[in-house]
């Protein structure tokens, strides 16, 4: 009887925890607050969403480096190339029609859904359908994420189940030397 009562609260412990996956939004002004390692330095980079006119404006404040960063419509649909620039470029920065920021497009999210994989930067990125590996907490909630493996690197990302914003949340093992880890999500009302 006991072994009955403790398999029980297990199997509803486990429920409950994977029922309460997080999945964040993008909203005028909700803040990103990420951690990178850039070229092995530490740095926090904060990203506060602006949705104008169908594009999406990062506004990206790092080290006083300021800047927005504008995806256009056709890069947020089918994009299938990934910004790294850091904002020291401009202070306003149109991404070419191709490449998103720290997100993927949402057509390259539905070949992931659909095809277990998808291209960026001409690099093939396939699901690991290992649940254990797409575990990522902020801030004690469970983001409900996606975890691909690059095929020619061992480059990793984390990406939020989010079809219409499918944030990157993770990336480690950039051969760029550009990894980042989100921290923290905030929706400020204005």
Request: net charge neutral; hydrophobic share 40%; charged share 20%.
């Amino acid at each position: 009887m006991k072994n009955t009562i403790l398999i029980l609260l297990v199997c509803a412990m486990h429920q409950i925890g994977t029922a309460q996956k997080y999945i964040p939004t993008l909203k005028n002004n909700t803040e990103l607050s990420y951690i990178c390692k850039l070229h092995r330095q530490t740095r926090t980079l904060t990203l506060t969403s602006r949705i104008i006119s169908d594009k999406l404006i990062f506004d990206l404040d790092t080290r006083g480096v300021k800047s927005s960063i504008v995806t256009l419509p056709e890069a947020l649909k089918n994009g299938n190339a990934l910004s790294f620039n850091q904002g020291e470029y401009a202070p306003v920065l149109n991404l070419r029609p191709t490449e998103t920021f720290f997100m993927i497009s949402q057509s390259a999210y539905q070949d992931l859904l659909k095809n277990n994989k998808f291209i960026y930067n001409n690099t093939t990125y396939v699901l690991d359908e290992n649940s254990v590996n797409n575990n990522i907490d902020i801030e004690g909630k469970l983001l409900d994420t996606l975890h691909v493996v690059a095929q020619v690197d061992e480059t990793e990302m984390w990406i939020v189940k989010n079809p219409e914003f499918p944030l990157i949340c993770k990336i480690i093992k950039n051969p760029l030397g550009i990894n980042f880890t989100l921290v923290k999500i905030a929706d400020n009302i204005n």
